[in-house]
């Protein structure tokens, strides 16, 4: 099937503010569709083939706007100015302190509770021949959440021919401060169901061990006669209950995996997921040093979207990054953009159907 690729926009809604949040479809030639919100640069539908022909929305979200701007599980949206956990919401930088809210028992995540997620992101749209594209801008200004400086951000989502969805984002700061972007899009690669089926693969040797606040501790650990050797294709369920220290403190996986990059930020294929029913196969090619696996696992019944009861382990994520608390451990790869400096890094999530 080919189809005339295209961008649409309605209004999504209005927050409490009174800003509009609009929602634009992107419809490659193939026929897949991408819905994307201003809020939060929100991922809120894929619809893509099987190997029948029949087509699936296989992410997880909500139908209205409501439910975004909550406190939640971040389905779909940027996350910044630095994603995942900073250890007890606070850190050092050129000899000052800075102050963050704790929003995950004692750390910060994702930005604190008003991160880049829970923005209003300005839009506007494009097409060349690789298919349509939709640029988001931002201006995170000095102070925001605690963060210091002016940080001027744009994310390029194109929605290529090919079933790829290429995130680009790209930063500058007139003041030295901490970024980590990423997205947090939940996957079900079978459009209903839970995720423990899915066959995955990650190409890495090592990941971030973690205490229990699922802050890293210690040396990266091995994956090696370990449940986290996805090295090999495996299924997400297979051992996700097992008895390990790592499991325990994710409660499943919620861990960086560190991917095996041949040079530091070099586009790499991350990691590999198959869902075999359907024949539908995502790959996650990033040019991030690691990527944190989340199998969805505080997921809980309580919320609701597209028809759809939000079990347990409904949704994995795969979200390109530098590790957590990357701000506090210099033995990290650094974090910090300053002024002069460009912040740049590319993933691309891709689909397709295994015949």
Same mark, same amino acid.
């Given at each position: 099937m080919t189809t005339t690729a295209a961008i649409t926009q309605r209004l999504f809604g209005t927050t409490p503010a009174g800003e509009a949040v609009t929602e634009f479809t992107l419809t490659n030639i193939q026929g897949s569709s991408i819905k994307i919100i201003t809020l939060g640069g929100i991922i809120t539908e894929w619809y893509m083939r099987d190997k029948n022909g029949t087509r699936a929305d296989v992410v997880l979200g909500f139908d209205t706007l409501a439910p975004y701007l909550e406190v939640g599980p971040y389905f779909g949206a940027l996350i910044g100015r630095v994603g995942n956990r900073i250890a007890n919401a606070q850190f050092a930088l050129d000899g000052t302190v800075y102050q963050l809210a704790a929003n995950n028992g004692a750390n910060n995540l994702h930005g604190g509770p008003l991160g880049f997620d829970k923005k209003v992101w300005r839009a506007s749209t494009a097409e060349d021949a690789n298919g349509p594209i939709l640029k988001l801008h931002l201006l995170s200004e000095d102070g925001d959440q605690g963060f210091p400086g002016n940080l001027d951000v744009t994310v390029i989502y194109q929605f290529t021919h090919n079933d790829e969805l290429a995130v680009d984002y790209v930063a500058t700061t007139d003041k030295p401060t901490p970024v980590?972007?990423?997205?947090?899009?939940?996957?079900? &690669?079978?459009?209903?169901?839970?995720?423990? +089926?899915?066959?995955?693969?990650? $190409? =890495?040797?090592?990941?971030? =061990?973690?205490? /229990?606040?699922?802050?890293?501790?210690? /040396?990266p650990m091995p994956v090696a006669?370990?449940?986290?050797?996805?090295?090999?294709?495996? &299924?997400?369920? /297979?051992?996700?209950?097992?008895?390990?220290?790592?499991?325990?403190?994710?409660?499943?996986?919620?861990?960086?995996?560190?991917?095996?990059? *041949?040079?530091?930020? #070099? &586009?790499?294929? =991350? =990691?590999?997921? /198959? #869902? #075999?029913?359907?024949?539908?196969? &995502?790959?996650?090619?990033?040019? #991030?040093?690691?990527?944190?696996?989340? +199998?969805?696992? $505080?997921?809980?019944?309580?919320?609701?979207? *597209?028809?759809?009861?939000?079990?347990?382990?409904?949704?994995?994520?795969?979200?390109?990054?530098?590790?957590?608390?990357s701000i506090n451990q210099p033995q990290f790869p650094s974090i910090i953009l300053r002024p002069g400096a460009e912040y740049k890094t590319r993933t691309v999530f891709k689909l397709s159907v295994k015949e």
């Amino acid at each position: 099937m080919t189809t005339t690729a295209a961008i649409t926009q309605r209004l999504f809604g209005t927050t409490p503010a009174g800003e509009a949040v609009t929602e634009f479809t992107l419809t490659n030639i193939q026929g897949s569709s991408i819905k994307i919100i201003t809020l939060g640069g929100i991922i809120t539908e894929w619809y893509m083939r099987d190997k029948n022909g029949t087509r699936a929305d296989v992410v997880l979200g909500f139908d209205t706007l409501a439910p975004y701007l909550e406190v939640g599980p971040y389905f779909g949206a940027l996350i910044g100015r630095v994603g995942n956990r900073i250890a007890n919401a606070q850190f050092a930088l050129d000899g000052t302190v800075y102050q963050l809210a704790a929003n995950n028992g004692a750390n910060n995540l994702h930005g604190g509770p008003l991160g880049f997620d829970k923005k209003v992101w300005r839009a506007s749209t494009a097409e060349d021949a690789n298919g349509p594209i939709l640029k988001l801008h931002l201006l995170s200004e000095d102070g925001d959440q605690g963060f210091p400086g002016n940080l001027d951000v744009t994310v390029i989502y194109q929605f290529t021919h090919n079933d790829e969805l290429a995130v680009d984002y790209v930063a500058t700061t007139d003041k030295p401060t901490p970024v980590n972007l990423t997205q947090h899009c939940y996957f079900n &690669l079978a459009g209903k169901g839970d995720i423990l +089926s899915h066959k995955m693969q990650i $190409f =890495a040797d090592h990941i971030n =061990a973690v205490n /229990e606040a699922q802050i890293p501790v210690g /040396e990266p650990m091995p994956v090696a006669n370990s449940p986290f050797d996805f090295r090999s294709p495996g &299924l997400i369920g /297979e051992r996700i209950n097992a008895d390990h220290e790592q499991i325990k403190n994710g409660f499943g996986y919620d861990h960086n995996f560190l991917i095996n990059q *041949k040079t530091y930020k #070099e &586009l790499t294929l =991350a =990691a590999r997921v /198959e #869902e #075999e029913t359907t024949g539908r196969l &995502l790959e996650v090619f990033t040019q #991030e040093p690691g990527v944190q696996f989340y +199998s969805g696992n $505080f997921l809980d019944g309580s919320l609701t979207g *597209k028809g759809v009861i939000y079990q347990k382990r409904t949704g994995f994520c795969l979200e390109p990054q530098h590790a957590p608390d990357s701000i506090n451990q210099p033995q990290f790869p650094s974090i910090i953009l300053r002024p002069g400096a460009e912040y740049k890094t590319r993933t691309v999530f891709k689909l397709s159907v295994k015949e």
